[in-house]
């Protein structure tokens, strides 16, 4: 795999989501998968872990000692840690400069670099402006939901997926900053014009609430920034006695891992959310006591739905709290650790894999949800969890 390939390819899926509505993936599935320092207990590895470990810290090793090599020789510690990457076979495996590594850990924080919109696919299969954002670069350009985008920066996007267009908006692996302009082809009915932007850091929506018939609730989470966890426990605490929620989880591909815990423990009385192994060390992760556990919960996901996300879903679903329903997800189970190369860059290695409490193996697999709904019925997804919500008395 190439570097370029490489690296476009984990920039969208880690900043897609801060644009994108559920028809797209991406979001953070890499810094979240650090190992939480809290909530973890440990047990003896099995011979096959420990085996595994080995593998694991040979890999870094060797990444270590490739890039203090190419220090040494005047020579680029990214790019010689990159190719051993490269050749690891690890298709989660990446190398990011130190101005991409910093972003990721501002889009933790809750904020990303951008136009201020939210794109999604439309009716006729084109990219769409979904909404934007009070105030933002777009508002203020006088772009309004509907309106299609036809190039970016002079690139035309027709049948490219939504979440490269966002990569494209952002200026992902160019080095884009705040005050960097970008330039739209937009459509509206038969006008087309071209607008210049100026990119602006703005803060991220990861969680809205909404209000359903029969006092039922909808939490929609876009990715589990920092603080997202205490937002959808207030949420859960703030419906109606008896009140229904569906947790639409769909195009949530991660986020923070101990926040995605915090959203467990709002429907769980304790117990177990997840395992999982580093270096061959067994661990777990449980929700802290005094959930809601009476309300009924759906859980609407899709193939967007990744990691973090996955974990919480599959924590859900296996202790019988949640009804899922929709597309089976994406299967980013597994566990990386950044390790900081001598010109500031980062590599990261995978160490690990999640489990669910029932022992399923999440990376590669998914989850595959109660009800299946098709791939591009999105309205029907969402029309079907009501129905199923109404069914368990919790309104819809």
Known sequence: MSRGFRRGAALTVVFAGAFATASATGLLPRSDERPPAMQVTRAAAATAGRDEAGRDEAGRDEVARAAAEAMADGKSPAAAAEEVVSRSGDRWGAVYDKGEYEDFEQALGGTYTGVG????????????????????????AGIVAGDQLRTVDGEAIDGRPVSEVVSLLRGDGTGATAGSAVELGLQRGERT??????????????????????????????AFT???GKRVRDAVRAAPAGAGVLLDLRGNSGGLVGEAVTAASAFLDGGLVATYDVDGEQKALYAEPGGDTDRPVVA??????????????????DRGRAVTVGTRTFGKGSVQMPERLPDGSVAELTVGHYRTPAGHDLDGKGITPDLAVG?????????????VLSGLGGGS
């Open 117 to 140: 919109l939210w794109a999604r696919r439309g009716a006729d299969g084109r990219v769409e402006v979904a909404r934007v954002r009070r105030g933002g670069p777009a508002e203020r």
């Open 193 to 222: 014009w071209t607008e210049t932007l100026r990119r602006a850091r703005v803060a991220r929506e990861a969680v809205t609430v909404r209000r359903l018939d029969g006092d039922a609730v909808m939490i929609k989470v876009a």
């Open 226 to 228: 920092k603080g997202t």
């Open 300 to 317: 609407l996901v899709d193939g967007g739905t990744m990691s973090a996300a996955e974990l919480l879903t599959g924590a859900l679903k």
């Open 375 to 387: 791939e591009r019925d999105g309205e029907r997804a969402e029309d079907r969890a009501r129905t």
